[in-house]
């Protein structure tokens, strides 16, 4: 079940913004200590161009885990099994945030925010979410509390 998770999470692309990467000779590269561990908690957020937004852009991070647009920032999750991740989700709420959108897989909670692709993932088994699930909460924790998303009225 876990190499079903792993498999589903490579071929997904969870680490395409889940992921912190440092540029190597090829482009980006994931950091193996940091792998899904979301946007890094230490990292100050570049200078976001509201004008550009404006004019109908999203902008993204170099190593694509925080992205801003209409909505305004968003911060790509920690989904390591540490307390600042999924540690203490069920796999109720995994199942919840990856097939209906919700934040932290939470009832009633707003939805999840661009560019985290769920409505991709509507009609994705059971079978294969609790592999996903598995895998990830068989990974290394990486402590990391991922900044809470910036409503478009506040970017500066």
């Given amino acids: 079940m876990v190499q079903r998770g792993e498999y589903l999470v490579t071929t997904m692309g969870c680490n395409d913004c889940h992921s912190p990467k440092k540029m190597g000779p090829q482009g980006p590269m994931i950091i193996p200590e940091l792998m899904l561990s979301g946007y890094p908690a230490d990292r100050p957020l570049p200078k976001v161009d509201v004008q550009t937004i404006k004019k109908g852009w999203v902008l993204l991070v170099e190593d694509l885990t925080a992205a801003a647009g ?87």
């Fill in 70 to 156: 209409p909505w305004g920032v968003s911060f790509a999750a920690n989904l390591t099994p540490d307390q600042t991740g999924i540690g203490n989700w069920t796999e109720e709420n995994f199942k919840r945030a990856l097939k209906e959108g919700k934040f932290k897989g939470l009832e009633g909670s707003r939805s999840l925010l661009p560019p985290m692709p769920w409505t991709n993932f509507v009609n994705i088994s059971d079978e294969d979410v609790a592999a996903i699930f598995a895998y990830l909460k068989s990974i290394k924790p990486v402590s990391n509390a991922v900044p809470m998303a910036i409503p478009p009225e506040e970017i500066k």
